[in-house]
């Protein structure tokens, strides 16, 4: 079973610090680009195994078509509607996804049912789709509806438990505690903290070839002190 207790507990001033820290060396990053809650939704389910700009190739084969509409998704043909999400791989396995999200969409009242739904109501009933995880989710909570609820996702992990605020196995839901329980509920803090983590994962705390020496959180990193000792 994973370990989702944080593997230290001085977290309380250590998580805002690191946000500050990350702020002022990267800027805002201007998360979610999207213009709807629906189309946080749609790429939510096409981003899983894919890089961005290809799902935005997706997306904009949807707008090209005027499909991006819970409707239109499921009146397309399904052959035509994954040749559509080919860009973001896997475009079978998303098109029944994506029908899938559509059709709970719906049922649950659209975006107006979906805004008047309680937070952790709407969560678990959009849970129940095959196909969306934790992380798609809160997506879709977070940057679709505006909801204090921070999303978790492979940067976050690999970033903090190198740091040594959580163990390597932490779960979502433990690793998510850890900014609830450090943060206020600000749904602008919770977004742009999760875009610097991205940036950081990306640019600098890779898998296999960290860029340590110019990460911004070098000072704070267990594992990028052990690194310079090792060189040392």
């Known amino acids: 079973m994973a370990d989702t207790r944080p593997a230290i507990t001085d977290t309380a001033t250590a998580v805002p610090r690191l946000y500050d820290r990350l702020l002022a060396a990267l800027g805002p990053q201007s998360w979610w680009p999207a213009e709807s809650a629906f189309e946080v939704l749609v790429g939510a389910v096409l981003t899983q195994n894919a890089a961005w700009r290809n799902v935005e190739q997706a997306v904009d084969r949807l707008q090209a078509r005027d499909w991006m509409t819970p409707e239109a998704i499921l009146a397309a043909p399904r052959e035509a509607l994954a040749e559509c999400l080919r860009p973001s791989g896997y475009y079978n396995v998303k098109s029944q996804r994506l029908r899938a999200a559509c059709e709970t969409w719906l049922a649950l009242g ?24 934790p992380e798609s989710v809160d997506d879709v909570l977070l940057y679709g509806f505006g909801r204090p609820v921070f999303v978790v996702d492979a940067y976050t992990r690999r970033i903090f438990s ?5 163990s390597p196995r932490v779960g979502y839901d433990g690793l998510q505690a850890l900014f609830h329980d450090a943060l206020a509920p600000d749904v602008g803090q919770f977004n742009e903290f999760h875009a610097l983590i991205v940036t950081i994962g990306k640019s600098y705390c890779r898998p296999r070839t960290p860029r340590c020496e110019a990460c911004p959180l070098r000072g704070d990193c267990a594992h990028g002190l052990a690194r310079r000792n090792q060189r040392s």
């Open 110 to 133: 659209g975006e107006a049912g979906l805004i008047d739904m309680e937070t952790a109501a709407m969560r678990s009933a959009l849970l129940e789709v095959k196909g969306l995880g």
């Open 162 to 166: 190198r740091i040594g605020l959580v």
